[in-house]
């Protein structure tokens, strides 16, 4: 006897996890039954709009992914089923964050997982609890993230099958690789791997070696996560993942630059590129052209790499996640340094530095907002309490008056009394506006000063530079010598691998380290700035114009020599710097503080160009009537060989003078 379909929401879950791994081939599946599930049951619609929502944003179509969300999200108001709008809430958030908008997509998925914990449905909880988990996890709050995945993976044992619990402990793996506790993620991994193969499921085997490449990567078992993400590759080929497929290609082209095998990185690149073209991820593509333009410059083909690149870095500007272009660009600099492009590594470090300052500009602005807000808070709470205050007054008032209306002969004893509740009041308020010019000074101050080292901001220095006044004083000096103001501009060098290697409160300890060397090697009249990231800059006034070189030795010296204790460890770390005297006044005529900047900038990555923990120094000019500023400002080591631009080259142990290139 022939058996019948089964049952709707079977065959909806037996679509789920197809469109999870194989979108192309779950969407023919689901506008088979569009018509039958959208007359079936609430819980059959929502779930087939969610499942359309889900393929469409799969396979790049992001217009109709959107319209299936919205489509759900007003299904689920309409019929008051809040486990259909939590699933709409909860797609609409993926899509939001594939376009950088983590904290729109974040607010949606809390927002679904409050919905969602009002209901029975199982794996939209343990799907929900672990996007939770995620967020908190993206915003920097791993203890609740890591509170979150456990609560959902009790849950998930409680309630849940076998494949429920391998998606939480997956991403419970992934969360213990990004807060650096491998032997936990390694453990969760294990025990995941070990509930996928009762499951019998290829997509989340695959899925599983995928994370175990990203551990092993992270723990150096190079060989161990080739072998993985080989594996996952082909487990996605046999079932014909092409979405997964090319993110593998992905990860095997970076694993094999990592091993510097260049020629399998360029083939992987090859494939992963194609893979991307053909599902239009941009995404997936601009990071194969990323890879494939390092495997290009490290075996010498520095056209096609810098090609290859350049339409990769194209791709992230275009989607605005500036972080992961910063990276991307330091990235691009080293390599084409290795490459020895030294002029083309200096423009791409230029890039990553503006675009770095740009970051954070934005971060100190945030902090400053968030510093007014409490300011404002505590000022409404002041006027609350001065209300207060004002109303016991109006009341006290008002007894006197009748007191003085009953008891005539106790007139005396109420002025009195009065005298008294006044004098009390005068010295509150005076006491107030006494703390509020303190919290007003104390505003001030930190409006100034960079909250991590205590030095000086940007904003501070650029205030003073543009009422600064500069003139040279000759004749001042002991023996004769020119006494000029100074500048100079230092960059932590491979701050990147000290923040990758020990975290990022290890490269806070360098920072701060580092501004207390300043300190001490500086004099107490000398004006020290935060001036980037890993950026430091000092204003010298009334210097011999000869002291300048002694003065960059004695930095690169003293910082090396400087031991940064964090945990259980001692680091140090080193600098390169650009300096110059200021004013600078090329044929005569004074450069604005700006422009001396941008020109002590310049020298600074030529030092980092040519070997880093150095000095380079512009002295003056020549030859202005074969060039101009502008062209030097274009290229500061070609005038430099010229002989257009006088530089001197300090290190920590010698020193170099040269009139010309």
Known sequence: ????????????????????????????????????????SVEDKGELLALLCGAYHGLGQIEKALAACEELIAFGRASNSNAALAKGLVRKAYIKYAQNELALSHDLIWEAERLANTTNDIELRVRVGVNA????????????????????LMYAKEHGNAIQQVIVLNSLANLYALMREFDKGFEALAEATEVAAKADSPGRMAQLKSTEYALAVSTGQMQRALKAQLAALELERSIGAESLVAYSLINLSDCYLKMRDFRNATVYAVQAIAAAEALNDKSALATARINLGQAYLATG??????????????????????????????????????????????????????LSDELFEKRRQKAMLELQEKYDADKKQRQIELLER?????????????????????????FALVSVIVGLLYRKVRHANAQLHEKNQELKQQSVRDPLTGLYNRRHFQDFMRTHQQTEKRGAGTSGDDMV?????????????????????????????????????????????????????????????????????????????TRIDYQDMTLSAQVSIGFAPYPLAPAGK????????????????????????????????AGFAQ??????????????????VDMSIVTAGWQELRAAG
């Open 1 to 40: 006897m022939a058996q019948g379909p089964a049952p709707l929401a079977a065959r909806l879950a037996e679509i789920r996890e197809v469109n999870r791994f194989i979108p192309e081939r779950a969407l023919p599946m689901l506008l088979q039954i569009e018509k039958e599930a959208r007359a079936g």
């Open 133 to 152: 988990s995620e967020a908190f996890s993206e915003d920097g709050n791993f203890p609740r993230a890591l509170e979150k995945m456990q609560a959902t």
């Open 301 to 354: 083909r520095l056209a096609e790499g810098k090609a290859s690149f350049d339409a990769g870095l194209a791709e992230y500007e275009q989607n605005g996640n500036k972080p992961e272009l910063q990276a991307v660009l330091l990235e691009y600099g080293q390599a084409l340094e290795h490459a020895g492009d030294y002029a083309a590594a200096v423009k791409a470090y230029h890039r990553e530095r503006t």
């Open 390 to 414: 004002e109303n016991q007054v109006k009341s006290a008032e008002i007894d006197n008056r009748r007191l003085q209306q009953r008891i005539w002969a106790l007139l005396i004893v109420v």
């Open 485 to 561: 103001s100074a500048l100079f501009l230092m960059d932590v060098d491979h701050f990147k691998h000290i923040n990758d290697t020990y975290g990022h409160g290890a490269g806070d300890a360098v920072l701060i380290k580092i501004a207390a060397s300043l300190r001490e090697i500086l004099r107490e009249t000398d004006m020290i700035v935060r001036w980037g990231g890993e950026e430091f800059l000092a204003f010298l006034p009334a210097i011999p114009r000869s002291g300048l070189d002694e003065v960059a030795r004695r930095l690169l010296t003293g910082i090396a020599e």
């Open 590 to 621: 004074p450069l604005p503080w700006e422009r001396a900047v941008n020109l002590v900038d310049m020298a600074l990555y030529m030092a980092k160009g040519h070997g880093r923990n150095r000095a380079y120094g512009v002295r003056g000019f």
């Open 627 to 644: 060039t101009s500023m502008e062209e030097i400002e274009q290229n500061l080591e070609q005038a430099w060989r010229a002989g257009f």
